[in-house]
């Protein structure tokens, strides 16, 4: 009878672990659902790149997708002092030792603004065109600054 006594406590502890645990990840649950405690950076930016094939002229193209994640409730208010700061970027070697970077132009000298909804992402597309003089096959460092955030992360050139 005392082995029947320990095998039922037994099972009513372990029943009382699962209520515990279900109970545990339901109140962590609601606290993720209503914003109470957010798992991902208020702002964040990724970016992902594709290598194109050499053009004729050896340039090499390289696509680069920005998306910009606001993971707040809150609206956010994007500013930059001209359209050519909206995104920029360069690009080192493993060294930082700098590389190439975007090509600058005549720009107005115009504040821009724009506004990104709460619990939204805005996505664009830009065409890096490397100088093949500058940039060989390797490894080497990507710097991007999108809307005043600002990536660095590693670039493969094949």
Known sequence: MALQEQKTALSQRMMNMAVVMLATVGVIAYFIYTGNVQPDEPVKLVVTTEQ????????????????LENNTKDGLVLTAPTQCD???????????????????GMCAQVVVTNYLEGNHAMTEKYT???????????????????????LTQPLTIK
Request: aromatic fraction near 16%; glycine fraction near 8%; hydrophobic fraction near 45%.
């Open 128 to 150: 890096l065109e490397l100088d093949p003089a500058r940039v060989k096959p390797g490894e080497y460092l990507l710097f991007v600054r999108y809307w005043g955030h600002e």
């Open 86 to 104: 909206v995104f920029r970027w360069f690009i080192t070697n493993t060294n930082k030792e700098f590389v190439q970077s975007q090509a600058t």
């Open 52 to 67: 194109g094939a050499v053009a004729a002229d050896g340039q090499i193209p390289f696509g680069l997708t920005v998306r």
